[in-house]
Every structure is written in structure tokens, then in C-alpha cells.
């Protein structure tokens, strides 16, 4: 019971599985119920830890299951079996439609999106304004979020999350898109929870990223956790890839 203080994640025999539908079936198909659906599996049989304040950089190749892996955490999906437990508030920026409503505004998914992360109303309103600053996004912020391109839909999303105050931090570099400058603002701002006893997640094809903000590595593989350790485990990954090249 004592190693659980520390804990911040912990995942248990986690395994997700997908039904695929192919082509739309023929009417025999829909009565016999074959011949169209395929089973996929993306995770498979994960069991993970990772103390507070670890600050972990996730590799793998495209389809590996790193961003299923990241969605099973959060709890944006529900794992097929095994059992996620977290031990915080946690808060991430994974799927720029998770959360938000197309025909709100840019303040009306601000107090939303905050209290699907669980924020209280009061901690947002006290927040507000400086997820608004941080964003950047002027009078859009009266706008429905359907107007908004997707680099302003990261700056909103990742405002909100960043000042959630999160215990633990998700960040997916597949949707860490935008201009230089905002990214800049991004760093500095994943820096401070750097320096703070946060958790930090974050999957990037971009190492020099990873190796600058990480310090523990995650090789996820075909569904399955092949390494975890020092930043070795992604050399041995990109060993890998070039051989396969």
C-alpha cells in the first residue's frame, strides 16, 4: 500500500481491441453476421507504472498504439480489459475534438472542456483569463468553435489544459501544430511543469524534443511494450527502424 503514494499511473493486463467494418454488408452478411467486420488489437496486455513527477517520452513507429495507449490513460476510450488506475487530476492534448462542441463558442468550450477535465467552475473562472491570453485568439473567443482553423483549436485546447492546473500532464506531438511562435510559448510553458513534481507524458517522432524534456523512454511495439528505460531505449528504436530500412 505504501509504493501506492508514489504512484501516479498504473495500468494493469490493459488490452484494446477494435471492430473494423469493411465494406457495407450484403444481405446475407448482415443475417449470417460475417464476412465484413475485422477484429484489430492495439493494445495488448499492457501493465505499466509510472511515479509522480516521472517525466516520460514515448516512441514508436505510426500505428504502434502510442495515441491508443494515451486515450486508454486519459480515459477518452475504455480499455477492452485490465484496469487503468490514476492518482491525480489529469489533463492532456491528444484529440482536438475530445471536448469540444463545433457550435459553441471559444469561451463557452473553455468552461466546458475544463469541467470534462475536472476542473470546478470557480477554478475556471479564476483561470479564464489567462487561458484567454495565452491563446491568443482575439475576438474568435466569441466565435463558434466550426470557425476556428486547427492550429486556433490547438491554442484554445492547450491553454485550457496547461492551466488546469493538471497533476498530470498528456501531450501527442500529432497535434502539436502552429506557428513557431506559439510553439515557443508551448515549450516554456511544458518547462514549468518540468521544474514542478507534475507527471509529464509526451509522444513525438521529434527527439531532440524527447530528449530535452524526458528522462524515462516507452518503445511501444505492435501493441506491446518492447523497452522502457534511459534514452538507449530509443536509439535501440531507431536501430531498429534503419534495419528495417
Given at each position: 500500500m505504501k509504493k501506492k503514494v508514489n504512484l501516479s499511473i498504473e495500468l494493469k493486463n490493459v488490452t484494446k481491441?477494435?471492430?473494423?467494418?469493411?465494406?457495407k454488408p450484403t444481405f446475407i452478411e448482415n443475417i449470417?453476421?460475417?464476412?465484413?467486420?475485422?477484429?484489430?488489437?492495439?493494445?495488448?496486455?499492457i501493465s505499466l507504472k509510472i511515479n509522480k513527477g516521472e517525466k516520460i517520452g514515448i516512441v514508436g513507429s505510426n500505428g504502434a498504439g502510442k495515441t491508443t495507449l494515451l486515450k486508454v490513460i486519459t480515459g477518452i476510450t475504455e480499455p477492452t480489459s485490465g484496469k487503468v488506475s490514476l492518482f491525480g487530476k489529469i489533463?492532456?492534448?491528444i484529440d482536438l475534438e475530445a471536448g469540444f462542441h463545433p457550435d459553441l463558442t471559444g469561451e463557452e468550450n473553455i468552461f466546458i472542456n475544463g469541467m470534462l477535465i475536472g476542473m470546478k467552475k470557480s477554478e475556471i473562472k479564476k483561470s479564464y483569463k489567462k487561458i484567454?491570453?495565452?491563446?491568443?485568439?482575439?475576438?474568435?473567443?466569441?466565435?463558434?468553435?466550426?470557425?476556428?482553423s486547427q492550429g486556433m483549436k490547438l491554442r484554445l485546447g492547450f491553454?485550457?489544459?496547461?492551466?488546469?492546473?493538471?497533476?498530470?500532464f498528456i501531450l501527442d506531438e500529432g497535434i502539436y501544430v502552429?506557428?513557431?511562435?506559439?510553439?515557443?510559448k508551448c515549450d516554456k510553458k511544458i518547462n514549468e511543469f518540468l521544474k514542478q513534481n507534475k507527471t509529464i507524458i509526451l509522444v513525438s517522432h521529434w527527439l531532440p524534443f524527447l530528449k530535452s524534456h524526458a528522462k524515462r523512454f516507452?518503445?511501444?511495439d505492435k501493441g506491446r511494450i518492447r523497452e522502457d528505460g534511459k534514452y538507449k531505449v530509443v536509439k535501440n528504436y531507431l536501430n531498429s527502424?534503419?534495419?528495417k530500412n
Open positions: 481491441k477494435y471492430t473494423i467494418s469493411h465494406e449470417l453476421k460475417r464476412g465484413y467486420k475485422e477484429k484489430f488489437t492495439a493494445l495488448k496486455k489533463s492532456s492534448l484567454v491570453e495565452f491563446a491568443e485568439l482575439g475576438s474568435f473567443i466569441d466565435a463558434p468553435l466550426y470557425t476556428y491553454s485550457v489544459a496547461a492551466f488546469s492546473d493538471p497533476d498530470i502552429g506557428d513557431d511562435y506559439f510553439q515557443a516507452i518503445w511501444v527502424k534503419n534495419k
